[in-house]
């Protein structure tokens, strides 16, 4: 159980970053060894951690960009694999997203993030509670 709230703890780190706009946060929750991508809603895919960590520089550094909060997060771990599915609420938009992590060094780094809209929600969301683990 330890290794899935380790996972938890790093997704919930990467969504801490995300509200604070912390970029430096953000840089270190990411693989640095291991191949990266990321799917923003609307946006291509991103390869390769230095055009990742420049589009979280676009998004962080941006004042008008809403609040975001996830819920509803689960834990799935295969080996030194593991995935998070949870979802976001960004302003009154629900999106559905799945954060992938590698162990580097020890530590969990995020090496995927994909986030789209949800177009059939849950029947109830779950409020902020600590994430569920599978």
Same mark, same amino acid.
């Given at each position: 159980?330890? #290794?899935?709230?380790?996972? !938890?703890?790093?997704?919930?780190?990467?969504?801490?970053?995300?509200?604070?706009?912390?970029? #430096? &946060?953000?840089?270190?929750?990411? %693989? /640095?060894?291991?191949?990266?991508? *990321?799917?923003? $809603?609307?946006? $291509?895919?991103?390869?390769?951690?230095? #055009?990742?960590?420049?589009?979280?520089?676009?998004? !962080?550094?941006?004042?008008?960009?809403?609040?975001?909060? *996830?819920?509803?997060?689960? %834990?799935?771990? &295969?080996?030194?694999? &593991?995935?998070?599915?949870?979802? #976001?609420?960004?302003?009154? +938009?629900?999106?559905? %997203?799945?954060?992938?992590?590698?162990?580097?060094? @020890?530590?969990?780094?995020?090496?995927?993030?994909?986030? @789209?809209? *949800? +177009?059939? $929600?849950? @029947? /109830? !969301? $779950? /409020?902020? /509670?600590?994430?569920?683990?599978?």
């Amino acid at each position: 159980m330890q #290794e899935h709230a380790d996972v !938890l703890f790093a997704n919930d780190t990467f969504y801490f970053a995300f509200q604070m706009r912390d970029l #430096e &946060a953000m840089n270190r929750l990411w %693989a /640095e060894r291991a191949s990266v991508a *990321c799917i923003h $809603p609307g946006w $291509p895919a991103i390869a390769g951690r230095d #055009e990742v960590m420049q589009s979280w520089a676009a998004i !962080l550094s941006n004042d008008q960009a809403p609040a975001i909060t *996830c819920r509803g997060a689960r %834990a799935y771990r &295969a080996g030194d694999s &593991a995935f998070v599915t949870c979802y #976001e609420l960004i302003g009154s +938009n629900l999106l559905v %997203a799945t954060n992938v992590f590698v162990r580097e060094g @020890g530590d969990w780094k995020m090496v995927h993030h994909q986030a @789209g809209p *949800c +177009n059939a $929600p849950p @029947g /109830e !969301l $779950p /409020e902020e /509670e600590p994430g569920s683990v599978q």
